[in-house]
Structures are given as structure tokens and as C-alpha cells.
């Protein structure tokens, strides 16, 4: 089957989260189950490819070639999407000319492509325009899309007056196709074009069929809920495992004591008291209410009670503030780190007891299940991926659950795990089972197979 896999994000090339991660190991794990995966992403600042043709160019990626849709004007800048005065106002051109790209690369590469899996708003279009523009193109007349959502508060919505910019009629714009609320809605126009929907866990494919979490959007999934699956997230070992991590201080698989040096030399960089008898919790994550910042920031005194802390993320500069704030009484107990660090996230995941997760809503989550392979014992609220990844120690699941968002349900959930830290048999029990859980790619990409069979009949 060939597989044209479209991803604004894609690591190790560019990465603002988890959708990067999921890019960077969800089509090597189709390809190796022997079909014939293409990757297509903007050819960002920093990227050099190997080869060169007129509108993109392409690397080699352990097998899998990632196709570099090129337009330096749109893409050669400092971020992604997003600066810190805010999102960069041609964002819809800048999405809709790589759409429009992605679908003319596949023709000059002469790669049909069975499966067109576009994901989020960024490529929704592409299902728009195969539908709009190559409606009885023969080269295409096999192609079915997948769209899946990550997060379905990121919808891609402009104001009416770019819509010219998308080069399709104005017939498109109405309630049933893009237009959403007065305004241009790409998501929505991804999920009515696309032939079928996914999102990332299976509890969250229930939850955006309702108003709490279907963000105005809960109608048009419902409409189309024959067509939408929740197919969990996986990770992948190669670059999340403290085996043989090269980011980490001291690589260990089952040992708890080199595990521990890990948390020793954290602590010596992060400026913390050196003692591996302190708890301490660690956390690695946009600093955003959906990830449950506002309840931390309440329930941090809880924490630097009897434990340490240490934050690496970057978000809303309200709670950036309120963390600086938090820091300057508990120095040697509390480090912070307002950036976004590949090689200081994977220390945190090793040196850590417990990973905090309080998310308001979760779509998925990785990091509960790098903190699993990581020996370090995730507190999550139970909700969307996290229902489906974490259940509660005394239940013998593997992490520190909670689940009624709020703060007093969170410190709850701290005292359980300060009460079972000084519990070392029982810690290192749970710790070790979770160590040996198995969230590889491997059975994502079985499942993704199977629906992308179902679609094109083979
Ligand atoms: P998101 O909703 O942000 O995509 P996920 O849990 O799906 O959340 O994925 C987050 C990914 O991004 C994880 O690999 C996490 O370790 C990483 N990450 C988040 N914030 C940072 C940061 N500040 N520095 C380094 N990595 C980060």
C-alpha cells in the first residue's frame, strides 16, 4: 500500500509536542510492516535535505523518505506557527500553499498514494482539495484520506475576508463545508472532506462527541461517528528508553539505584538539594490550562511540603509568571526552567519519582507513558488518553490517579504518593512492573493498517 503521511511537525526535523512524535515514528512503523510510507513536511529553517528538486527537497529517514515541501518566504523562520507576539498572521497561506504543494509533489514523484493521512488543521486542506480539485483525476482516483485529530481545541480558524487565499469558490463557504460562526474553520472542513476521522485515544473519541469537550464541533462528529475511531498513541522505544538514551546522565533498564544517580545529578544541575531520599516530582509540558496549570500553581506549597519540583515547559506567560513567583522561596527545592529542551526533558523522565500530569483535558499524552518505561510513576487526572493508559496503585495499576479535576483531588493525590515514597518495597514493585509496559508503535500501526484496508478494500 503506498501511505503519503502530512504532518506540519516531525521529529527528529521539527517539534513544538506530541504530534511531532507521533509523525516521527507512526510511519516507520507502517513501513515496517512493509508498505510504502512517503512523509511530507514544510521544509522548515535548519533542515538540509539530500536531495533537491525545484519545489522540495528530501532525506532519507531510516528508510523512509520525508519530502520537504519548500517556499523559504513561508517557512524558513524561527518557529512553527507561533511567536511570542502571537501566531503569524499568514499562517492560512502559509497552510493552504502546502496543501495545495503536497497534492502536486505526489504527481511529480509519480507515488499514488492509497492512503493520503493528513493530520490537524494544518493539513486538513489537503482532503479539501483532492476532493475540490483532482475530483476526476485518474492518478487519484484510488486515494482515500485519514484525518486525525491531536487536540481538537486547535482548529485552524481565520477570518472570512483571507479566504480568497484558499483558491476554492465561495460555494465552500457555508455551514456545510468550512465556514464555522462567520469565520474559516480548516479542521471542520478536514473532518466533513475527509473519508474518515481518527483521534488519538479511545476515550477521547467519545468525549468530543459532546458538548464539554467538542469544542462547537461536537455536532459535525457526531454526524460522522461511523467514521471516527479513537486509535491510541504509541512511543517510540528507540528514542524513549533509558537503556540507551544518550540525553540521560546514567543509563539502566531495571535498577533502581542507577536510576537514582540520575535524580543525584539532576538535582546537582538544577541548583536542588542533592539527596535521593527527596521526592521529587517532575513535569514536562506546555504551561497551559488544559494541562492543568492552574490547579498545579495552587497546589505547588503541597508539593515543596515534604518533596522537590522541577518544571521544564513554555506557554501562557501568566503562568510563567506565577512560577518565577512560586521559585524565589524554595530554591534548593523548586527549579524551573521556562524553554523548550529536548535533552533536559529526557533527564527529567530519568531522574524523576513521579511525573505530574494533572491535564484538564488530554487527548492522548505521551508522557505518561515515557514516565512508564522511565521507572517514574505518572500522576495524571483521568481523562481523555490518560483514562485509557493509567489506573490507580491501589486498583494494582501504575500510577497516582485522580478524577474530578480539581485542586484538593491533585493534593490528594500528592499526599498518596508521598505516603507510598517512603514504602520502598512496594515503590520499586510498581515501578518495575510499569517499567515492563509495552505502548510501542508497533500495535497503533496494525490498527491504522486495518482501517486504512477497511477504506480501500484491500
Ligand atoms: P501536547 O499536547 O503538548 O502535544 P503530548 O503529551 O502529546 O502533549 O506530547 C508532548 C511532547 O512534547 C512530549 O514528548 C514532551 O516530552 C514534549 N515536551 C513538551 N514540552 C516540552 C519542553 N518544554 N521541552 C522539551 N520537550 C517538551
Redesign the pocket.
Given at each position: 500500500m503506498n501511505i503519503a503521511f502530512c504532518s506540519s511537525e516531525v521529529?527528529p526535523f521539527a517539534?513544538?509536542?506530541?504530534?511531532?512524535?507521533?509523525s516521527g515514528a507512526l510511519p516507520l512503523s507502517l513501513a515496517a510492516l512493509g508498505h510504502n510510507v512517503k512523509i511530507f513536511m514544510p521544509w522548515y529553517k535548519g533542515i538540509e535535505p539530500d536531495k533537491h528538486f525545484d519545489d522540495f527537497g528530501i532525506i532519507n529517514h531510516q528508510g523512509v523518505e520525508v519530502v520537504f515541501i519548500k517556499n523559504d518566504h513561508f517557512f524558513k523562520r524561527d518557529y512553527l506557527y507561533t511567536t511570542s507576539q502571537g501566531d503569524y498572521p499568514d499562517n492560512l497561506e502559509r497552510f493552504s500553499f502546502f496543501s495545495r504543494q503536497v497534492l502536486k509533489a505526489l504527481k511529480e514523484l509519480n507515488f499514488a498514494p492509497d492512503i493520503i493521512h493528513n493530520n490537524d488543521w494544518q493539513t486538513s486542506l489537503i482532503s479539501v482539495y483532492l476532493k475540490v480539485f483532482y475530483k476526476n483525476d485518474d492518478f487519484f482516483q484510488n486515494t482515500k484520506t485519514v484525518l486525525t485529530i491531536?487536540?481538537l481545541v486547535f482548529q485552524g480558524i481565520f477570518d472570512k475576508k483571507h479566504f480568497s487565499c484558499l483558491d476554492i469558490g465561495w460555494d465552500y463557504f457555508n455551514m456545510h463545508f468550512l465556514e464555522f460562526w462567520g469565520k474559516i474553520n480548516l479542521l471542520k472542513g478536514g473532518i466533513i472532506f475527509s473519508d474518515t476521522i481518527t483521534t488519538?485515544s479511545p476515550t477521547y473519541a467519545k468525549q468530543i462527541q459532546k458538548k464539554e469537550f467538542g469544542c462547537g464541533l461536537e455536532g459535525v462528529l457526531k454526524e460522522k461517528k461511523e467514521n471516527l475511531t479513537g486509535i491510541l498513541?504509541g512511543?517510540d522505544y528507540n528514542v524513549?528508553n533509558p537503556k540507551s538514551d544518550k540525553l540521560i546522565y546514567k543509563n539502566y533498564s531495571q535498577s533502581l539505584k542507577k536510576k537514582s544517580e540520575n535524580k543525584l545529578s539532576l538535582q546537582k544541575e538544577a541548583g536542588l538539594a542533592q539527596d535521593k531520599n527527596f521526592l521529587l516530582f517532575g513535569m514536562?509540558?506546555?504551561?497551559t490550562e488544559?494541562?492543568g496549570l492552574d490547579i498545579l500553581t495552587e497546589a505547588i506549597d503541597s508539593i515543596l511540603d515534604k518533596s522537590q519540583l522541577i518544571i521544564?515547559?513554555?506557554g501562557d506567560p501568566k503562568y510563567h509568571k506565577i512560577l518565577k513567583e512560586k521559585r524565589k522561596n524554595n530554591k534548593d527545592k523548586f527549579a524551573l526552567?521556562i524553554?523548550?529542551?529536548?535533552t533536559?526533558?529526557?533527564k527529567i523522565?530519568a531522574a524523576s519519582d513521579v511525573f505530574l500530569?494533572p491535564s484538564r483535558f488530554?487527548?492522548?499524552?505521551?508522557?505518561?507513558m515515557?514516565s512508564f518505561k522511565y521507572g517514574t510513576i505518572p500522576l495524571v487526572n483521568l481523562t481523555g488518553?490518560l483514562a485509557d493508559t493509567v489506573s490507580d496503585i491501589s486498583r494494582g495499576g501504575g500510577g497516582f490517579t485522580f478524577k474530578k479535576y480539581s485542586k484538593n483531588n491533585l493534593i490528594k493525590a500528592v499526599k498518596e504518593a508521598q505516603k507510598l515514597f517512603k514504602d520502598k518495597k512496594k515503590w520499586s514493585s510498581v515501578v518495575k512492573e510499569n517499567m515492563k509496559k509495552d505502548f510501542s508503535w508497533k500495535r497503533a500501526a496494525k490498527q491504522f493498517l486495518k482501517l486504512y484496508q477497511g477504506l480501500t478494500g484491500s
Open positions: 521529529y517539534k513544538t509536542g506530541g504530534l511531532a512524535d507521533v491531536h487536540n488519538v498513541n512511543i524513549w514536562v509540558s506546555r504551561l488544559q494541562k521544564l515547559g513554555l526552567f524553554d523548550f529542551d529536548e533536559l526533558a529526557h523522565y500530569l488530554e487527548p492522548c499524552g505521551l508522557s505518561q515515557i488518553g
